[in-house]
């Protein structure tokens, strides 16, 4: 039973394209999490959703925008796709917001998406 | 200089020892966070803590607040454990997530 699903788990695709990532969790979590870890293996957090209240990290450009349908699903848009944004993209789902408790974060496997 | 700090960058070991890997911050924090990222790239959230001492299995973490530091042990390390250790702080009264470079851990058997 996987507790967090990401697809695709590969995606290659062109600038300037518009692309989705899906993450669901069957964890019954109520927090979830994208975070970017980049080409010097360096993680950034992107965002925090909880309970309907969107998290943004303020660096994160207003291109990638979180989607979420239910609770179990975080989906992660890219609009207008850069080179730059050539990265690992993880999702996470933790029972509360981390920060504000010692809950465990469960992770997903990872989407390489690379921008040509 | 980065907010959170790790050392050693790199660290090899003989399978048996005594492994420490710190965590080091300069601003005041609501919990830290130990993760461990395998070499196939698979991420896996060890210790959550905001004070005191944690263990898990091999695993023992600490974090001592006034001093702004933290520190992850692993006894009996085992080529196992070989992995990238990352620590990553949450600053207090705000929504921000720091993360260090990492720790490149080698147990050789």
């Known amino acids: 039973d996987t507790a967090v699903s990401q697809t695709p788990k590969y995606l290659v695709t062109q600038m300037g394209n518009d692309k989705s990532i899906k993450c669901e969790q069957n964890l019954g979590h109520d927090t979830m999490y994208w975070y970017k870890q980049d080409s010097k293996k360096f993680l950034k957090i992107m965002f925090s959703?909880?309970?309907?209240?969107?998290?943004i990290n303020e660096t994160v450009p207003n291109r990638f925008s979180p989607k979420s349908p239910d609770k179990a699903h975080l989906n992660l848009h890219i609009n207008s796709l850069e080179l730059g944004d050539s990265a690992v993209y993880f999702c996470a789902s933790s029972l509360q917001l981390a920060g504000t408790s010692t809950d465990t974060q469960y992770f997903g496997p990872g989407t390489r998406l690379t921008v040509l | 200089k980065n907010e959170v700090e790790q050392s050693p960058q790199n660290l090899t070991a003989q399978e048996g020892e005594f492994i420490t890997i710190n965590c080091s911050y300069s601003?005041?924090?609501?919990?830290l966070h130990w993760l461990q990222q395998h070499p196939g790239g698979g991420i896996v959230s060890l210790f959550m803590?905001?004070?005191g001492k944690k263990k898990h299995g091999r695993l023992i973490a600490t974090i001592n607040i006034q001093e702004k530091h933290s520190s992850l042990h692993i006894t009996a390390s085992h080529p196992r454990d070989s992995a990238v250790y990352i620590c990553?702080?949450?600053?207090?009264?705000?929504?921000?997530?720091?993360f260090g470079t990492g720790t490149r851990l080698q147990v050789f058997p």
């Open positions: 959703y909880n309970n309907k209240e969107l998290i």
């Open positions: 601003v005041g924090i609501s919990a």
């Open positions: 990553a702080a949450f600053i207090i009264n705000t929504d921000k997530l720091i």
């Open positions: 803590l905001s004070s």
